[in-house]
C-alpha cells in the first residue's frame, strides 16, 4: 500500500497542528486535524484513521 504524503502543507507543522487541535472546538474538525498531523508524523492512513476512528479512504480524502 502506498504511503500516504502531505504535498504543501501550507505553512503547519504537527506541533502547531497540535497546538491548534486543542483549541478546536467541532468534533469534525478537530478529528480532520488530528489525522493530518498524524500522517505529517509519519503514520500510515490505516494507522492514522484507526486513531480517529473513519476509515482509511477519509484520511486519504483529509490529507489531499
Known amino acids: ?5 502531505i ?3 501550507h505553512g503547519w507543522t504537527p506541533r502547531t497542528l497540535r497546538k491548534q487541535e486543542r483549541k478546536i472546538k467541532n468534533a ?3 478529528q480532520r486535524v488530528m ?6 508524523e509519519g503514520y500510515l492512513g490505516k494507522e492514522a484513521a484507526s486513531m480517529v476512528n473513519v476509515c482509511r ?3 486519504s480524502h483529509y490529507v489531499s
Do not use: G
Request: charged content about 20%.
Open 57 to 59: 479512504q477519509t484520511v
Open 7 to 9: 504535498t504543501h502543507d
Open 28 to 30: 469534525l474538525l478537530h
Open 1 to 5: 500500500m502506498k504511503r500516504l504524503n
Open 35 to 40: 489525522a493530518v498531523r498524524l500522517v505529517m
